[in-house]
T-cell receptor, first 115, second 110 residues
Framework: NAGVTQTPKFQVLKTGQSMTLQCAQDMNHNSMYWYRQDPGMGLRLIYYSASEGTTDKGEVPNGYNVSRLNKREFSLRLESAAPSQTSVYFC??????????????FGPGTRLTVL | KQEVTQIPAALSVPEGENLVLNCSFTDSAIYNLQWFRQDPGKGLTSLLLIQSSQREQTSGRLNASLDKSSGRSTLYIAASQPGDSATYLCAVRGASKIIFGSGTRLSIRP
């Protein structure tokens, strides 16, 4: 039982390059999330997927796209990377979206640097 | 708009002390509040989840309380150890959003 896994762990891009961050969970959770963490800003929600087949914008969606490939996998794509997207990206999952019982579980993160 | 604040941003105490970390939020219409621990360069580890109908939750040396009416939660750590050194974050789940505080960086001195 690996929980939430993310690939890659580290990535360096040049401005304008594209890449996809992968996330998978093996807890049979319905909801999945992508966050970015920046110094002094805390974690901010980029996109989330309440259930398979649905995705919604979070607090900072500009410059990103997501795909909920199936119940297990939720990917984040940067189409044209910018230095402002240098950050640590975390994927998380929970059993559901709106419930007092829903506990979030996090992956180990991807450290992305855009030059 | 929900805002979550954690004060202080950093805290250093000698080993063995009992300590309290604070989390405040502006909108009391929440589903739950979750406390996390984050070690440097690592992901977030869930410590405790308090549902909106609950007043407190306990796990080992950790006790978290929730007072929705005043918009406050506290994380109490008993008999602190150097291994407790980490950043502690709280997150509030509302109807459509999960908002995180910026965290308290805790250092336990041997």
């Amino acid at each position: 039982n690996a929980g939430v896994t993310q690939t890659p762990k580290f990535q360096v891009l040049k401005t304008g390059q594209s890449m996809t961050l992968q996330c998978a969970q093996d807890m049979n959770h319905n909801s999945m999330y992508w966050y970015r963490q920046d110094p002094g800003m805390g974690l901010r929600l980029i996109y989330y997927s309440a259930s398979e087949g649905t995705t919604d914008k979070g607090e900072v969606p500009n410059g990103y796209n997501v795909s909920r490939l199936n119940k297990r996998e939720f990917s984040l794509r940067l189409e044209s990377a910018a230095p402002s997207q240098t950050s640590v990206y975390f994927c998380a999952s929970s059993e559901g979206l709106v419930s007092a019982y829903n506990e979030q579980f996090f992956g180990p993160g991807t450290r992305l640097t855009v030059l | 708009k929900q805002e979550v604040t954690q004060i202080p941003a950093a805290l250093s105490v000698p080993e063995g002390e009992n300590l309290v970390l604070n989390c405040s939020f502006t909108d009391s219409a929440i589903y739950n509040l979750q406390w996390f621990r984050q070690d440097p360069g690592k992901g977030l580890t869930s410590l405790l989840l308090i549902q909106s109908s609950q007043r407190e939750q306990t796990s080992g040396r950790l006790n978290a309380s929730l007072d929705k009416s005043s918009g406050r939660s506290t994380l109490y750590i008993a008999a602190s150890q150097p291994g407790d050194s980490a950043t502690y974050l709280c997150a509030v789940r509302g109807a459509s959003k999960i908002i995180f505080g910026s965290g308290t960086r805790l250092s336990i001195r041997p």
